[in-house]
């Protein structure tokens, strides 16, 4: 990874971590999960209200980090963090199933 790459990643993830440590490092507007959905190929549809739901300023830093140029290793990260951004998380007790199953 290049050295803006990794700057980018690290200032799109200082800019909404509340700490150090997993879960408390999550943005405070994604919820918490054991287990997460993962979107693979790009292709993915999303209400308007889970895209209002993560605040414009991840969005722009987003926006930011993406632009930089094309085939990046950030685009292939974020590639797998729509579901977990836009989607609704598991229901509880979700997680155990999909473990036993």
């Known amino acids: 990874a290049s050295s803006a790459s990794s700057a980018s990643l690290a200032s799109l993830a200082s800019s909404t971590a509340a700490s150090s ?16 959905r993962v979107c693979y ?3 993915f ?3 308007a209200a889970s895209i ?5 300023a991840f969005w722009s830093k987003l926006e ?11 685009g292939h990260f974020v590639e797998r963090l729509w579901a977990a951004l836009l989607s609704t998380p598991l ?3 979700a997680a155990a ?5």
């Open 41 to 43: 190929g790009g292709v």
């Open 21 to 36: 440590s997993y879960p408390q490092s999550l943005p405070p507007w994604l919820p918490s999960s054991p287990l997460w």
């Open 64 to 74: 930011n980090a993406l632009t930089r140029a094309n085939s990046l290793e950030e």
């Open 91 to 93: 229901a509880p007790g």
């Open 97 to 101: 199933t999909l473990r036993s199953a």
């Open 45 to 47: 549809a999303a209400r």
């Open 52 to 56: 209002r739901n993560v605040p414009l």
